[in-house]
């Protein structure tokens, strides 16, 4: 791997693939843990998804109640292995340490929903520092093969930079208004300057184990799942010692 390329490609983008990075053996004993704990909730039968018990919650609360369905497994905790550490650790040249000791499984049956960038929940999962400092990274693996506009997390590459362009306005607000990010969501598929910043909604999509590497300051979100399978990643986050 070549760490030079892959530090300054994360620095500037706060995301980062690692295509393949585990094997397809490894996460294959994943996907199959998380399967036959689907079929033993009565969450699929005859090969077929059955979200019954889920339609009454809007889409994006469902990833979560599955994940409380299904619980923790060991089989996919052993995915964010010693490697993936060492690795985010060469990456912000850093100790990191896991802030929970189980990863959180991300799973989005079919939506039936048309593929959309609109009414989606950006957010960050803590407050950026003050100072332009990265506070940690958030791993993400594909357990399965997620194919785009398949339900994968999308991130805001080159966010955590929007932080710090003003003293007086945070990410969220930038976008809200110096930007037509709110009413044109689908330009930002590809490179637009915000603040002379370059923004880019990256979406995790790949192959059964690949893993995505991000900066914690980078804005994400869930997103419509508008295929036929169901999307299954997994992630935990790590903070600086
Ligand atoms: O992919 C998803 O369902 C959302 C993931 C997310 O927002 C998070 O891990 O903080």
Known sequence: MDLEFHIDNFSEQGILAL??????????????????????LNLKANGKFVSAKLQDLPVFQQT????QMVGRLEQVDRLFSDDLLATMSALVDAALKPTLPQSQILL???HKLDWSLNHLNWHLDLKPPRVDQIPGVQAFVL???VPPQGGATLALAGSHKLHYVSHDCNA?????????FATHPEKYLKTQLVERTAIQIVEMSGRAGDVF????????????NSKRNIRMMATNRYLKR
């Open 64 to 67: 979560e109640r599955l994940g």
């Open 143 to 145: 357990i399965d093969d």
């Open 213 to 224: 590497l991000m900066d914690l300051r980078v804005l994400h979100s869930p997103s419509i």
């Open 172 to 180: 969220h607000e930038i976008l809200r208004r110096n930007s037509d």
């Open 108 to 110: 989005s049956f079919p």
């Open 19 to 40: 295509r393949g990075f585990l094997s397809r053996k490894t996460v294959a004993v994943a996907r199959a843990a998380v399967l036959s704990e689907l079929s033993r």
